[in-house]
């Protein structure tokens, strides 16, 4: 079965970017769309975006042109970028296969941005 | 964007009563074209990630136990844990998977009465 890991920089200045990477094992990454998700400590989930090994990618405008997903299939994994970041991008981002149903889930990534 | 809310906040259930969990959208979900309801429930338990339980509403997940059930069309929709178990202690979600930006209700805390 897959299975996902997210890996990545447990903090980072505001101002800069977010970098994460989402290792995908036990299966196929042209099988599935991959997306990730991110939940504020003590808040609920905000979609944050997807993308296919097509090149079919989406995300949330409420992150404006901040974001880039991309993945690399020779690596089996997928990507995300989050620029300019603030304290307001501190969350456990998560990893997910799937692009509108999402499962399986990563363990979560804890990014706090702070100087 | 379609809005997600949930009621209520939280619960608190005595073990093996019923707890109940509404949730509405802004806008219908229902699918045209399969004349289903783009809706999903998580539950996440502390410290773990989210887990799916249901999609089109009521399609039930591999392995969750059928003491779980899920209804509604349209706008409003319900989760039905018929018999709370002590493992059933959670955060439960409600998903729309109509249209992007996909977006989840605020979620209900189920407890322990």
């Known amino acids: 079965q897959v299975q996902l890991q997210e890996s990545g920089p447990g903090l980072v200045k505001p101002s800069e970017t977010l970098s994460l990477t989402c290792n995908v094992s036990g299966g196929s990454m042209s099988t599935y769309y991959w997306s990730w998700i991110r939940q504020p400590p003590g808040k609920g989930l905000e979609w944050i975006g997807y993308?296919?090994?097509?090149?079919?990618?989406n995300h949330n405008p409420s992150l404006k042109s901040r974001v880039t997903i991309s993945m690399d299939m020779s690596k089996t994994q997928f990507y995300l970028r989050l620029t300019s970041v603030t304290a307001a991008d501190t969350a456990v981002y998560y990893c997910?296969?799937?692009?509108?149903?999402?499962?399986?889930w990563g363990r979560g990534s804890l990014v706090i941005v702070s100087s | 964007d379609i809005v997600m809310t949930q009621s209520p906040d939280s619960l608190a259930v005595s073990l093996g009563e019923r707890a109940t969990i509404n949730c509405k959208s802004s806008q219908s979900v229902l699918s045209n074209s399969n004349n289903r309801n783009s809706l999903a429930w998580y539950q996440q338990k502390p410290g773990q990630p989210p887990r799916l339980l249901f999609y089109?509403?009521?399609s039930r997940e591999f392995g969750v136990p059928d003491r779980f059930s899920g209804s509604g069309s349209g706008t409003d929709f319900t989760l039905i844990i018929s018999s709370l178990q002590a493992e059933d202690v959670a955060i439960y979600y409600c998903?729309?998977?109509?249209?992007?930006?996909?977006?989840f209700g605020p979620g209900t805390k189920v407890d322990i009465k």
């Open positions: 997910a296969g799937n692009r509108e149903l999402f499962d399986p």
């Open positions: 993308i296919h090994h097509s090149g079919d990618t």
């Open positions: 089109w509403a009521s």
């Open positions: 998903q729309q998977y109509y249209s992007p930006p996909f977006t």
